[in-house]
Nanobody, 125 residues
Framework: QVQLVESGGGLVQAGGSLRLSCVGS????????MGWFRQAPGKEREFVSG????????DYADSVKGRFKISRDNAKNTMYLQMNSLKPEDTAVYFC??????????????????WGQGTQVTVSS
């Protein structure tokens, strides 16, 4: 099976940091665009950050720009999201995703075929 599995979520105080990981299996994602999305209760899933098959191609939601950093290690088939200066409004379930076709950075959920199950991030005030 093709799978993406997130890890690294948890409870952190405002101003703290977390590093999320997304490990792929079943296929290589070295040429895929990958991204992070999040969904808070009662809200729609929103784009957080994305990275293309070239790591130099990245994008961030305005709400996280300057605080979050996306990266990938294709040798490990893994993507990361370093989250710094966390705010209570960052609280959500975070999902990783990957395209099925070679791709530059993508920001629309419809661009992604593969999705992880999500990891909870809770930021206390």
């Amino acid at each position: 099976q093709v799978q993406l599995v997130e890890s690294g979520g948890g409870l952190v105080q405002a101003g703290g940091s977390l590093r999320l990981s997304c490990v792929g299996s079943g296929r290589t994602f070295s040429n895929s665009a990958m991204g992070w999305f999040r969904q808070a209760p009662g809200k729609e899933r929103e784009f957080v950050s994305g990275i293309g098959w070239r790591s130099s191609s990245t994008d961030y939601a305005d709400s996280v720009k300057g605080r979050f950093k996306i990266s990938r290690d294709n040798a490990k088939n893994t993507m990361y999201l370093q989250m710094n200066s966390l705010k209570p409004e960052d609280t959500a379930v975070y999902f990783c995703a990957a395209t099925s076709w070679p791709s530059d950075v993508r920001t629309r959920p419809s661009s992604y075929l593969y999705w992880g199950q999500g990891t909870q991030v809770t930021v206390s005030s």
